[in-house]
């Protein structure tokens, strides 16, 4: 695996600390909020592959695979997890444009709004990206 290949897999990993962070930011990941992170991944990024030509079904599960991960380590912490992407963000702003921070900000939405709607954590969570996704590198 090259270095290009590297950052990408480790970009993917971070997508699925976020998306977690976003489910497990009122300290509870529902189901639905997984399943919406399936099909939202399945669809929305696949159909979306233009921002990366190498984005496959095994890309797809690097995103799933973490956040199951995470949910599974009874221990992950939603805002440590949401400041770990951040971090990876900022030191690697070449991968993120418009078309990107848009997916990740639709992709966190919609789990955030898959159970009884958007509680309050996951507002401040999802205001927060979207003000770090805007910010001039």
Same mark, same amino acid.
Do not use: P
């Given at each position: 695996? @090259?270095? +290009?290949?590297? %950052?990408? &897999?480790?970009?993917?990993?971070?997508?699925? +600390?976020?998306?977690?962070?976003?489910?497990? *930011?009122? +300290?509870?990941?529902?189901? !639905?909020?997984?399943? =919406?992170?399936? @099909?939202?991944? /399945?669809? %929305?990024?696949? *159909?979306? $592959?233009?921002? #990366?030509?190498?984005?496959? #079904? *095994?890309?797809?599960? /690097?995103?799933? #695979?973490?956040?199951?991960? &995470?949910?599974? #380590?009874? %221990?992950?912490?939603?805002?440590?997890?949401?400041?770990?992407?951040?971090?990876?963000?900022?030191?690697? !702003?070449? &991968?993120?444009? $418009?078309?990107?921070? =848009?997916?990740?900000?639709? /992709?966190?939405? $919609?789990?955030?709004?898959?159970?009884?709607?958007?509680?309050? =954590?996951? &507002?401040?969570?999802?205001?927060?990206?979207?003000? !770090?996704?805007?910010?001039?590198?």
């Amino acid at each position: 695996m @090259n270095l +290009k290949q590297k %950052e990408k &897999l480790n970009f993917y990993q971070n997508l699925g +600390k976020l998306f977690y962070a976003i489910a497990a *930011s009122d +300290k509870q990941v529902r189901e !639905e909020e997984f399943k =919406s992170l399936k @099909n939202n991944v /399945t669809n %929305e990024w696949k *159909s979306a $592959k233009n921002f #990366d030509a190498n984005f496959n #079904d *095994s890309t797809i599960n /690097t995103i799933i #695979d973490t956040f199951k991960w &995470l949910h599974n #380590d009874n %221990e992950c912490n939603a805002q440590i997890c949401y400041t770990s992407f951040i971090n990876f963000k900022k030191t690697h !702003e070449h &991968l993120f444009n $418009k078309k990107v921070n =848009s997916l990740i900000l639709n /992709t966190a939405s $919609k789990i955030a709004a898959s159970f009884s709607s958007i509680n309050k =954590s996951e &507002l401040i969570m999802l205001a927060k990206l979207n003000i !770090e996704l805007n910010k001039a590198s």
